[in-house]
């Protein structure tokens, strides 16, 4: 059992800054890629920011050069900074883990979702 929680969501106004956070704990054995999705209302998720465990990343072209996706692997936990907010990043923000545990092969995680409102 995995458990995948985020953090640090909320409401912003734009051109101003949030940090999310992303811990994964229970019965891990190894986390390859971390990354973080998000869907707006009305709309489909989207791929937001992933990092590989060698630390590759890659970006959606919106967020490029605003977001900086990273990990710490001793702790389980993926963050996203996010600058230079627009109204158009307001979404509920999920993190995904592609992991192994000690029963199960690899698949992926997800977190509940964390709410970001920009306001313009």
Do not use: H
């Not at 929680?5 to 940090?19: I, N």
């Not at 709309?43 to 967020?63: C, M």
């Not at 692997?73 to 907010?85: G, H």
């Amino acid at each position: 059992q995995v458990q995948v929680v985020e953090s640090g969501g909320g409401l912003v106004q734009a051109g101003g800054s949030l940090r999310l956070s992303c811990v994964a704990s229970g019965s891990v054995v190894s986390i390859n890629a971390m990354g973080w999705y998000r869907q707006a209302p009305g709309k489909q998720r989207e791929l937001v920011a992933q990092i590989t465990s060698g630390g590759s990343t890659n970006y959606a072209d919106s967020v490029k050069g605003r977001f900086t996706i990273s990990r710490d692997n001793a702790k389980n936990t993926v963050y996203l900074q996010m600058n230079s907010l627009k109204p158009e990043d307001t979404a509920v923000y999920y993190c995904n883990y592609n992991a192994r545990t000690i029963f199960v092969g690899w698949r992926d995680y997800w977190g509940q979702g964390t709410q970001v409102t920009v306001s313009s």
